[in-house]
């Protein structure tokens, strides 16, 4: 197994980019996006297609899963679907008041600080 790849910190990516990012041809990511409708690629005005860090990232997940954890495209597919619908369902879970809401009003006020803080710094 390769240990985890660097992503440059950039806005968007060439698909040659991608595919030397992920080890794969770049027929490869073009057929992945054909699977897997989550990993759809903008285009460009000259209709290259363009990457933003999040497709990039889903990529080298689906790499992850077929090529190292030797899931078959289907199987990849339920897997992305249920950490998908697992993160939805956390991001749902409300607050039960009490000890949650007290925790969220004390960051809340800290994120006030550190913007007015912020906003106070000279440039």
Known sequence: MVGPVAIPDKLY??????????????????FWE???????????????????????????RIKMLLHEQGFTIAGAKKKL???HDGRKAQAALPLTGGR????????????????????????
Do not use: H, N, W
């Open 81 to 83: 679907k249920a950490e």
């Open 34 to 60: 054909s699977e897997f409708p989550a990993l759809k690629p903008g285009k460009s005005p000259t209709g290259q297609r363009m990457y933003r860090r999040r497709e990039v990232e889903l990529a080298l």
């Open 100 to 123: 949650d809401r007290e925790l969220l009003d004390l960051a809340r006020a800290e994120l006030a600080a550190i913007a007015a803080m912020l906003a106070r710094r000279p440039c």
């Open 13 to 30: 990516f060439k698909i040659g980019e991608v595919a030397r990012l992920a080890g794969v041809e770049p027929y490869v990511l073009r």
